[in-house]
């Protein structure tokens, strides 16, 4: 089983950045892709950002690339989400995912569905 805490959510100001990170437990973390998505009221969790095992490959999706960094620390066992020049329509429940390891290049690491674990999401706000 993995347990996965995510943290560093709250209410920001248009143009702030926060840094959201995700603590994992359970199977070896380094065995694991990891993914950020997020969330509003009544739409669809949109991927954001996913990291592979060793941190070497990641992807971002266009409508986030150049704001939103995900990095990982396999010692800490933590995975990060850098968001800078937050906008009010950043709004929304951020959940890091995780998923057994699948080669990078299928690109299946922006589908929800290939994501087994999942946290309990942690909410941003940013206010105009």
């Known amino acids: 089983q993995v347990q996965l805490v995510e943290s560093g959510g709250g209410l920001v100001q248009a143009g702030g950045s926060l840094r959201l990170s995700c603590a994992q437990s359970g199977l070896p973390f380094s065995s694991l892709d990891m993914g950020w998505f997020r969330q509003t009221p009544g739409k669809e969790h949109e991927f954001l950002a996913a990291?592979?095992?060793?941190?070497?490959?990641?992807g971002t999706a266009d409508s986030v690339k150049g704001r939103f960094t995900i990095s990982r620390d396999n010692a800490e066992r933590t995975v990060y989400l850098q968001i800078n020049t937050l906008k009010p329509e950043d709004t929304a429940v951020y959940y890091c995912a995780a998923m057994l390891h699948r080669p990078w290049w299928t690109g299946s690491y922006s589908e929800k569905g290939m994501y087994a674990y999942w946290g309990q999401g942690t909410q941003v706000t940013v206010s105009s």
């Open positions: 990291i592979s095992w060793s941190g070497v490959d990641t």
